[in-house]
């Protein structure tokens, strides 16, 4: 199995590429299934797959441990031979923030970007979105793949791209899921044994609510939460939104977002759903 080639810089992109399409999927690395599905599905989406493999400084607040986020280069190759990817954008810090991480121009989210995950971790999604825009002024691909499951970020990713005239088409890829439902993330392995048994209660209380959806938002609310109690979980937030994160309408699709934190790691996950009129 012929492995990627590895690029550091934008002059080593561009000889890797040589001008065709680009698909792309951005990563911190620590790859698992997850991300296999999501370099999967970008691969023929461009002539060439491009994987970034890069831990930004910029979205971890001062009380989140950047140093101790996993960090598996050699293990994360193989994930992406596995996937066919072309090329892997390795950069160092100083390649994607020459003036420093602390005196970069950065990117501000705007109103969507203060809550639900913006409200807990308020420095978060203008370190995502900054580091996003600079990756995709490096890279320059015709199209990205983000998954579902951080469906904020996916949201907020789509704005960035369409509102700051990125010309780059923004696709997202179905959540992944363990064999009980847990959403496949690199924090599930810092879950202990019963906090892992815990966590799939998680997305149980997500198909709860998905059940109760013909009976309207409220009713789904509650259906979810009681999933959760059973558990002992108690969300940071649980809420029902339209799928562009505003106010769910009645007799239309919707979003069900929730994010708890079981044991040590914080879980995210998500669903679409349809909301009786």
Known sequence: MTGPIIA????ELLAAHGGSSVSFVPTMGA????????????RPLGETLV???FVNPTQFAPDEDFDAY???FDADLDVCAR???DVVFAPSVPTMYPAGPGDSISVDPGPLGTVLEGSARPT?????????AKLFGLVRPDVAVFGEKDYQQLTLIRHLSRELALGVDIVGCPT?????GLAMSSRNRYLSEDDRKRAAYVSAALRAGVSAGPRGAESVLVAAAAVLETAGINPDYLVVTDPDL????PGAEARLLVAARVGTPRLLDNTSLTLGA
């Open 70 to 72: 996993p960090r598996t």
């Open 246 to 249: 505003g106010p769910a309408r």
């Open 124 to 132: 978060h999604f203008r370190g995502v979105l900054t580091v996003v």
């Open 51 to 53: 994987a970034s493999i």
């Open 176 to 180: 992944v899921r363990e064999p009980d």
């Open 8 to 11: 550091r810089t934008r002059a």
């Open 83 to 85: 996937a066919g990817v």
């Open 31 to 42: 790859l698992h299934d997850g991300h296999l599905q999501l370099l999967e599905h970008a």
